[in-house]
């Protein structure tokens, strides 16, 4: 089945340490997104990329850390400059068919400091 | 910058009434209008979009919503609601090739069905 991976479900972090959320797409989408939802304030976009080996920062970027070597893969990387990271993370994708169509979200990753 | 207001944070219905989300975005250009459905600890499901074209438009599960340009609205409604509908609902606003596809989200409705 084509879809949005996201892994794992639930991530656990002790304070001071970087952590890698994976999102992987097999539906050949060109563009690939990270939100954060927190409870009560929607959606807001971390970063964003439309092609491979290029990303752009989105309105909350600071304490993250993307890349985009594959176009499959979008990897976030949560680091330890991020002062309040917990939250449920969710990567979406998109893809261009002379004009942008919807986009398609993974099922999450709920980020836990302890 | 373009934003979105869900004037409702939450909303009882009784099963089988009608139910409305409402949402309004400001924006200085043409844009791309989506409602997504999101059940506990899952991602966002789509369940209808506006691209162009008529104003009225039909999506999953009984759900449609209609665009209005003049007063930048873009309103949910279902005529009559199950159990299932419970649910937290977003209106996204999109400006296209202008701005890669971004979405941005309204706060959500978070609607909860009694039977």
């Given at each position: 089945d084509g879809g949005i991976t996201q892994s794992p479900k639930y991530l656990f972090r002790k304070e001071g340490q970087n952590v890698t959320l994976s999102c992987e797409q097999n539906?050949?989408?060109d563009a690939m997104y990270w939100y954060r939802q927190d409870p009560g304030q929607g959606l807001r976009l971390i970063y964003y990329s439309q092609i491979v080996n290029d990303f752009q920062k989105g309105d909350i970027a600071e304490g993250y850390s993307v890349s985009r070597e594959k176009k499959e893969s979008f990897p976030l990387t949560v680091t330890s400059?991020?002062?309040?990271?917990t939250a449920f993370y969710l990567c979406a994708s998109s893809i261009y068919r002379g004009a942008w169509t919807e986009a398609f979200f993974g099922q999450g990753t709920r980020l836990t400091v302890v | 910058a373009q934003s979105v207001t869900q004037l409702d944070s939450q909303v009882p219905v009784f099963e089988e009434a009608p139910v409305e989300l409402r949402c309004n975005y400001s924006s200085s250009v043409s844009v791309y209008l989506f409602w997504y459905v999101q059940y506990p600890n899952q991602g966002l499901q789509l369940l209808l979009k506006y691209l162009?074209?008529?104003t009225l438009v039909k999506g999953i599960n009984g759900f449609e919503a209609e665009f209005n340009k003049s007063q930048t609205s873009f309103h949910l409604r279902k005529p009559s609601v199950h159990i299932s509908d419970t649910a937290e609902y977003f209106c996204a606003v999109s400006e296209g090739e202008a701005a890669g596809n971004k979405l941005t989200f309204g706060g959500g409705t978070r609607v909860l069905v009694k039977p």
């Open positions: 539906l050949n989408h400059a991020q002062k309040n990271p | 162009s074209g008529s």
